[in-house]
T-cell receptor, first 113, second 114 residues
Framework: DAGVIQSPRHEVTEMGQEVTLRCKPI?????LFWYRQTMMRGLELLIYFNNNVPIDDSGMPEDRFSAKMPNASFSTLKIQPSEPRDSAVYFC???????????FGPGTRLTVL | AQSVTQPDIHITVSEGASLELRCNYSYGATPYLFWYVQSPGQGLQLLLK??????LVQGIKGFEAEFKRSQSSFNLRKPSVHWSDAAEYFC????????????FGQGTTLQVKP
């Protein structure tokens, strides 16, 4: 199994630009999670989906952030417009129907200049 | 407020020495408890988890953790640390009963001296 796949691994952009982060969960998993990791705030859950439906987006910082899961094998996290304070590592994780364990991708390191 | 606390931000131990990383949670009931490890530039990997039953759980890489209800703690231990254990360790709780919505502690960075 390839594990959770995230792309790109690194993204450098300028303030005001749109950023799209992508995630392919492990095949057969039906829950998908987006996290943000910063030195100041640690690991924060942004949003999670179950069977492609957003269940809890209370962690999404503001309207500039949006996430979609059009099908069971793909999800995006979009930031528009991006700001320097969005610089962080963004992780995607997925878990199987029986729940419990989340499997994390390698993360996308985002730098907004 | 419900929270997870890892009191030690950074710990250094000598290779071969024993290790204990502390984790405390603040919650009325017993949550689902997890320990994850993150190597530099990598995602998080599950070491072990506790849902119910035996309060001493065994994980991968020789790690174990003990749930103590009276202390609201779930400390991670390893009898003999290897240089490859140097990483960041996160304690996490699922307060909603295995929904997958995890709250993470701030993490403890482990450095291993030769």
């Amino acid at each position: 199994d390839a594990g959770v796949i995230q792309s790109p691994r690194h993204e450098v952009t300028e303030m005001g630009q749109e950023v799209t982060l992508r995630c392919k969960p492990i095949s057969g998993h039906n829950s998908l999670f987006w996290y943000r990791q910063t030195m100041m705030r640690g690991l924060e859950l942004l949003i999670y989906f179950n069977n492609n439906v957003p269940i809890d987006d209370s962690g999404m910082p503001e309207d500039r952030f949006s996430a979609k899961m059009p099908n069971a094998s793909f999800s995006t996290l979009k930031i528009q417009p991006s700001e320097p304070r969005d610089s962080a590592v963004y992780f995607c994780a997925s878990s199987p129907p029986e729940g419990d364990t989340q499997y994390f991708g390698p993360g996308t390191r985002l730098t907004v200049l | 407020a419900q929270s997870v606390t890892q009191p030690d931000i950074h710990i250094t131990v000598s290779e071969g020495a024993s290790l204990e990383l502390r984790c405390n949670y603040s919650y009325g009931a017993t949550p689902y408890l997890f320990w994850y490890v993150q190597s530099p530039g990598q995602g998080l990997q599950l070491l072990l988890k506790y849902f119910s039953g035996d309060t001493l759980v065994q994980g991968i890489k020789g790690f174990e953790a003990e749930f103590k209800r009276s202390q609201s703690s779930f400390n991670l231990r390893k009898p003999s640390v290897h240089w490859s254990d140097a990483a960041e360790y996160f304690c996490a709780v699922d307060l909603s009963g295995n929904t997958g919505k995890l709250i993470f502690g701030q993490g403890t960075t482990l450095q291993v001296k030769p």
